[in-house]
């Protein structure tokens, strides 16, 4: 019986699907940030710091001011922008610091939207294990994560370093209930075949196929 474990997220690519996971949401985690159970919650996690483009994502946040609703953004990470954003008190903008674990695992599965505006990722774990816990992208069309993402289908293409194209997509799916949640859904069935399930059943695939290529080269000889 195979035993299902996670591995440290920095040294691979594939994500534990049982660490990020929708069954995480917490109704309790969303409301104290005064969000209720219609209210969109988006998402960034990462450094907080300018070469992850997150003053695009604050600009883009501010210019819906008049779209956005309840919707709040929760910004999880550590970085260099930190006392400054604390100091300017972005309405609807919450800073929670470094999380990990049980934690994190909330964090994003209690998200709806995941907001991604880096262009300079090699693949983007962040990305992916958002994505595990079912939250919808919107993503600067750049780098790693066109790997395996695509536009309307798991997630929405910003144009990069473009603040107007991540303001009207951000807009787009707070506004739409009924995209967020097949962006979700489509999100989802990616990270789980990206999991590490996935790969261990089709290595045992594979050695199938060699295995039974190898006794039928026996016959033959």
């Known amino acids: 019986m195979r035993t299902r474990c996670c591995v440290p997220r920095a040294s691979t690519r594939p994500t534990c699907t049982e660490e990020f996971n929708p ?12 969000v209720g159970p219609g209210d969109p919650l988006i998402a960034y996690v990462g450094r907080v710091a300018p070469e992850k ?51 994190l695992s909330r964090a994003y599965a209690s998200s709806d939207i995941f907001a991604f505006p880096s262009t300079t990722e090699t693949f983007g774990n962040v990305l992916l294990e958002a994505m595990s816990s079912g939250c919808a992208p919107v993503v600067a069309e750049a780098g790693g994560v066109l790997d395996f993402t695509a536009h309307e289908s798991n997630a929405l293409f910003t144009r990069p370093d473009d603040t107007a194209s991540f303001t009207e997509q951000l807009g787009r799916i707070i506004q739409d209930t009924g995209l967020r949640q097949q962006l979700s859904r489509n999100a989802r ?26 006794r039928g080269l026996s016959r033959a000889a």
């Open 23 to 34: 069954a995480w949401r917490s109704e309790a985690w969303r409301a104290q940030f005064g």
């Open 53 to 103: 483009n997150l003053p695009l994502l604050l600009k883009a946040w501010e210019r819906l001011q008049g779209v956005r609703g309840r919707a709040q953004l929760v910004i999880v990470g550590e970085g260099i922008m930190e006392d400054t954003l604390r100091r300017h008190r972005i309405p609807g903008v919450h800073l929670v610091g470094f999380l990990h674990g049980p934690e």
């Open 189 to 214: 069935r990616t990270a789980e075949l990206r999991g590490w399930d996935a790969i261990y059943d089709q290595l045992e695939h594979d050695y199938r196929l060699v295995v039974l290529a190898h």
